[in-house]
Each structure stands twice: as structure tokens, then as C-alpha cells.
């Protein structure tokens, strides 16, 4: 068996180069980030998929939360960065049986496959290979693994391998803090006996959502791939199932928010506030009232608002913590990303753009002022610091693109540079262009199409483009062809 690193220096003429002349320490954490990720790239002989990604905790270990989220930012560089390919270090060994290397820890994270393999197909245009995921049957059959797995440490076969928390009830999941992601969080707070041993004895409304989260992009790939029309009936009747469960059960009116609920008495609510309440709003599972109830919570600088956004429980709650203390306040990337992604998918780009450039700042304040400087795991949700530990004493892991580069690469992009929407199947971007001064990117590929976007301090936009694609501008529409464009952008207020 051979493991290693990747041995040459980060091909940035393969990554998009991103221009900001106001915030040139924006810029900088975005190559750093590029630079970490890079150290991230493992070949592995033995390994289902090499090379992939590896999140950075143990060479022998994966995890599907992790991988996932790495994978939202490697469609950025998709030749050079293996995102989606390092999937199969996953579907092989759970679904084909296919002997691995590999412990896969908790198999039973997070199912979000299908929305990654979405996205990616979206922005690469590449349906061949959603084609060749669907015919293999990994996303349906994750989806069935995740809702079927037995009482947990089973040790029937063919679960016998594999370490889970969860189990479905009939009326919602159960789960565990480490399984969802969110080790040490307070959820299930104060259930009998007391203490902090309560996660076995609830609901997790967001492990319902993130099913509801695949059975909608399910649904959409059915139709995308042209499969039968029954197919996609099947899957939205599934979404719709979902959504009905989480509003009988889960969604709770006088808060505005969604909560976990006794597995005893699902009628009953436990309330501790979190940013994975914005699962169901990405689900497409949220009505528009309780979309902008949650997007009040976002807003709310006692809630989830503030200087430095998405702290992991609601500042007002009596657990939360301003040392971070893991998931007790502290600041992670893949809820900040879900959260701002579900805002912006539902009428809240503005709130969403505006969270999302904080955050960013904090990242790189904390880069700046924090020795060593480097790109944290979770950060402190009120000083630019790395979060602390589950001991509240020692500072999580540095060094962290593995997840953490979703704010330097993927929110930098979409919401701070603006780039909202990037189509390669409809051959559209959609760039919401509010900063001052110079700002764009250079070799933004997507589909078949390289292209450069500059919008310059005199508000003057020079697009190049490799072939045709849809410019919407500050909301106004240009069909570009192939060749060299000058373009006047409509002014925007900036998002600060």
C-alpha cells in the first residue's frame, strides 16, 4: 500500500483567480485555503477512488460529512480537486460490497449524496456522470440505508460492519450528536434523567430533513436524466410525506423555528435553538412564513445574527458559549454554508450575502491575528480565534480545508463576490455585483466554458468567454457570445 501527498505546488492556473482590490486579505485566504485543500488531495493505491479527499483526522478513517462538504468547493477546480470522485470510497464499500482500506466513520452521517451530485452536475454540466450514479442505484439505495438501518449496534448482518446511531420510528430518527455532525451540542437538553445524555432519547428533526433534502434532488435528477415520469412522482411523494411529518411533529409555532421532540412523546418539544433548523428551508419543506420567521432568527443578534454569525446553538441559550466549546457556540462552516445557501435559495439572497461576508471577515481576522495562522475547524463565535475543544480548553484542529475552505473559496465566491448562480447545464451565471472597486474572477469554468469577469472601479464590466453562455447582471440578462464583451453594470448598494 502506498499513501502520499501531493508532491507538486498548487496548479493555480487551474483555479478560478478571483479579483477584490478593496479586501486584498479576502484574496489571500483564498489561495491559502487552494493551498491546504491541495495537502488534502491523497493517493492511495489500494483505495476504491484515489486519488481523493481526505478531511485531515486519520489516514485510515473517512467520513461521508466531511467528503461531502470538501466536495461543494473541489466542483471550483474539478479536474484537479477530486470532490465527487472521492464519493466512491463510500458507494463501493456500503452499496457494492467492494472490499476498502477504509473504516467509514458512521456511515450514518448526514445523507446528502444526492444534493451534492446535483449541484455538481448543475455547475459542470456533467450529466454522464449523474447518469452512470443513477443507473448504479447509489443514491437510491442511500437512501434506503439511512431509513432502514435497525436498532443501533445491531449486529445483524448486513449492518454488522458498521458503527450507527440511528433508526427510524415511525414518527422520526433517532440519532447522536456525533452521527448528525454535531458532537457536544445540547440538543436533547434536560430530558429525563437530566444532563447531557439525552441525544438517544430524542427526534432529530434535521436527520428528517436531509431525507426530505434527497428526495427532492431525487425527484430532480429523475427528471434531469429523463426518467420515467412516475420515478420523479415517486420521490416527490416522498418530499411531500416529509414535509407534512415535520409539520405535525417538529415545527413549532410560538418559537418559529423547528426542534427536536421526545422519542417517548414526539408531541413533546425540546427546545434548544440551532442553525440546523435551516435544513427544511433548503429541503424545499418550508412554507415562505416559516422561511421568514427562521430568516428573523438569522437577522437576530441574540439568535444565530451578530458581528460574527452561525454560532452552533442561539446566543440567548443558557449553553451557549463565546469560547466556542465545540458546538456549543462555536462557528462551523457546513451549517454556515447549508444556512446561507437555504436563505439565498428562498428569497433572502441580501440577509444571506450579508452573513456570509462577515463570517468570511471573521475567517480571515482570525488568520491575520491568531497565531498559528491558519484556517481553523470552528471558530470562536465573538473574537477572532479558533473555537475551543469538547474540554473548552484546547483550540480545534488547524490546518482545516477539509470544510472549513467553503468560507475562503465557495462563500467568497457565491456570496461576497456575488457570484449566485453558475448553470452549466442551462449555461447561465447569475452575478449580483455590489463591492467597490475591482472585482471578479478569472478562469471560472463551468460546463464547456472558461471564462473571465471583471467588473471594474468605473462600474465597467469586460467578460471573455470561451462560448456562449447567459450573463444576468444585477439583474439584467446578456446573451454572450463566444469572444470579448464590454458590459455597464447597474449600480448596487454594497453589502458590508
Known sequence: MSYAKNSAPLPRERIPEPLLDSEPGLVALYWEAWRQAWDHVIHREDAPQSPYMDEGFARNTLWIWDTCFMALFCKYAPDTFPGVESFENFYQPIHDGRPSPFKIQHPDNPPLFAWIELEHAR????????????????LQKHYAFFHSQPPPRTTTPPFARYHNDLHWTGRGYLWSGVASGMDNTPRGRGTPPHGYDGHERILWFDAL???GLAARC???IAE???????EAARWRAEHARIRALLDELYWDSRDGIYHDVLAADPSTRVRVKTPAAYWPVLADLASPDQTARLAAHARDPLGFGGP???PSVSRDDPDYRATGFYWRGGVWLPLAYMATKALQRHGHAPLADELAARLVRHQAATYERHA??????????????????????SFSRPDFCGW????????FIENVLGFHRVDGLARVIEWTC????????????????ETDLVREADGGVHVSTTAPFTLVLNGRSHALPRGRHTLQARALSAAR
Open 123 to 138: 455547475f459542470t454540466g456533467d450529466l454522464a456522470r449523474l447518469r452512470r450514479i443513477w443507473s448504479r442505484g447509489y
Open 372 to 393: 498559528p495562522h491558519t484556517i481553523w475547524e470552528c471558530y470562536a463565535p465573538e473574537a477572532p480565534r479558533p473555537a475551543t475543544e469538547k474540554d473548552d480548553a
Open 209 to 211: 430533513a436531509q431525507q
Open 218 to 220: 431525487l425527484a430532480e
Open 224 to 230: 434531469l436524466l429523463g426518467e420515467p415520469a412516475s
Open 434 to 449: 455590489r463591492l467597490p472597486g475591482r472585482v471578479g474572477l478569472r478562469r471560472l469554468r463551468f460546463a464547456d466554458i
Open 404 to 411: 472549513s475552505a467553503l468560507g475562503p473559496i465557495s462563500l
Open 308 to 310: 460574527v454569525p452561525w
